[in-house]
């Protein structure tokens, strides 16, 4: 389901001359000619290099959140420049010009050249103009971060930090989303231990990385035998109480101390390669049924790998993410057959819950959740299978009790031709607050660009 042949702004920002219109750092050409974004990046500019004195358009951006304004030339549907601040744009007398405005927040409409709030704008200038954007935060929203890359994981560590792993390394960010430090070395998702130290999965290599700093402390071959379709939203490897990490690789659950030594493995199957870990280092392994292929079956080994009787028929439907709150309830997320539910479960289930929503697609969507230290989760779906378009996430802040006392709810827009929509890679639960980390972007044959984005809610 994941496209591999979406790698970030890199190869978009080819088609996009480099002079920033307000002064700011537009990045530096790399040794392949893309610009360099920079580890840790904030609003930048491009824009078309031209003469001072010719009719150009300039962009002003207004509000609390962020967002871009891609500048398009409708007969090539080329970019002519990414805005993600104001900027100023050279124009040629009587060309046609389409301005999108995207985001993962909300677009609260145009002003200038553009009015209304549709996020197409078209217009055909006969001289210098100026368009004006507004994105706002939506309600409980405290911050989005922009990426250049697919943020594929969220983990919050004991300092109340974030880490997030992306398709280009990894960054830690504080709890208002101000970088802290940036790892390039190491890229793929990643996941905190109880000391503040990080883990990072990509293809074949586990990583550890210090929390301090980011630096590389080592890095293990995992070899062959990666899970085929790994989830979106779930958790292919996970932290242990202990400073051990459990990692699913295939059909192989293999578990690392703290040095890089491998303690022991232990096949499992490897239908879906979904792992949690409760508070006492019992690792949980979850597949489908292998006589029903629905109903999820959780493998259970100790932390020293001593294998517990199975837990069978914990969800009623395809299991995809799983976590532990803080009474060790297992929360299990699962979809398919047009409905999507999360249990709140223990092999008693009391006082457990059950929470059930239809979906209009009728196999899986993807799905995640995540506890803090209060019992309350973030529990995440998408809108539909479907990638191309991105068609939206519905994210609900659960009390331990069950009862919803927040939804986020963000879809995809079609118009004039052009798609945008929002794509949720993972879930993560603070003190009070709870993260989405993904993509935005439109559909697979359109030029608007596709971002990683983080964004912070507190309910």
């Given at each position: ?28 050409l790399d ?6 974004v920079?580890?840790?990046?904030a ?101 989005t ?22 398709t ?16 390039g ?5 990643a996941?905190v ?38 989830p ?23 578990v ?44 259970r ?20 993410a ?62 539909s299978e479907?990638d ?27 118009e ?44």
């Amino acid at each position: 389901m994941q496209r591999d042949h979406r790698t970030g702004l890199s190869s978009l920002f080819l088609a996009i001359a480099l002079q920033a219109c307000t002064g700011g750092d537009t990045g530096d050409l790399d040794a392949d000619g893309d610009v360099d974004v920079g580890p840790t990046p904030a609003s930048r500019s491009a824009a078309l290099a031209g003469p001072v004195d010719a009719m150009r358009l300039g962009i002003r951006f207004a509000g609390d959140a962020s967002g871009q304004v891609v500048v398009i030339s409708p007969p090539s549907h080329t970019p002519i420049a990414v805005c993600e601040a104001s900027c100023s744009v050279p124009l040629t007398p009587g060309e046609s010009i389409e301005l999108i405005a995207v985001t993962p927040s909300t677009f609260g409409g145009w002003g200038g050249i553009c009015t209304g709030s549709s996020p197409v704008c078209s217009f055909t200038p006969s001289g210098s103009v100026v368009a004006r954007s507004t994105f706002t935060r939506a309600p409980a929203e405290e911050w989005t971060l922009l990426l250049p890359d697919r943020a594929l994981s969220a983990d919050f560590d004991p300092a109340g930090d974030l880490v997030v792993g992306t398709t280009g390394g990894v960054h830690k960010v504080s709890a208002t989303g101000a970088p802290i430090w940036f790892q390039g070395a190491v890229a793929g998702r990643a996941r905190v231990d109880p000391s503040g130290d990080v883990f990072a999965v990509a293809g074949q290599e586990l990583s550890k990385l210090s929390g301090v700093d980011g630096a590389v402390l080592w890095t293990r071959d995992l070899g062959p035998g990666g899970c085929v379709e790994p989830p979106r939203m779930g958790h292919t490897f996970e932290t242990a109480p202990g400073g051990d990490v459990a990692v699913q690789h295939g059909s192989t659950l293999r578990v690392f101390d703290g040095a890089g030594n491998e303690r022991w493995s232990a096949p499992v199957p490897a239908s879906r390669c979904v792992v949690a870990v409760n508070s006492e280092g019992v690792i949980h392994s979850g597949s489908e049924d292998p006589e029903s292929f629905e109903p999820t079956i959780l493998t259970r080994f100790t932390a020293d790998g001593v294998r517990l009787p199975d837990s069978a028929e914990v969800t009623p439907q395809y299991q995809f993410a799983m976590a532990f709150d803080p009474d060790d309830f297992l929360l299990a997320s699962s979809a398919g057959h047009s409905h999507v539910d999360l249990l709140r479960w223990s092999p008693e289930y009391e006082p457990g819950y059950h929470q059930s929503f239809d979906n209009a697609d009728a196999d899986f969507v993807d799905n995640g959740v995540a506890a803090d230290a209060t019992g309350h989760a973030i529990w995440a779906f998408a809108s539909s299978e479907n990638d191309d378009p991105l068609e939206g996430v519905v994210a609900h802040w659960i009390d331990p009790g069950g009862t919803i006392q927040s939804t986020v709810i963000k879809s995809s827009f079609d118009e004039n031709d052009w798609t945008f929509g929002v794509q949720a890679y993972d879930v993560a639960a603070g003190d009070g607050t709870f993260v989405i980390a993904g993509e935005f972007g439109g559909a697979f044959d359109d030029p608007i660009p596709v971002r990683g984005w983080v964004q912070a809610y507190r309910p």
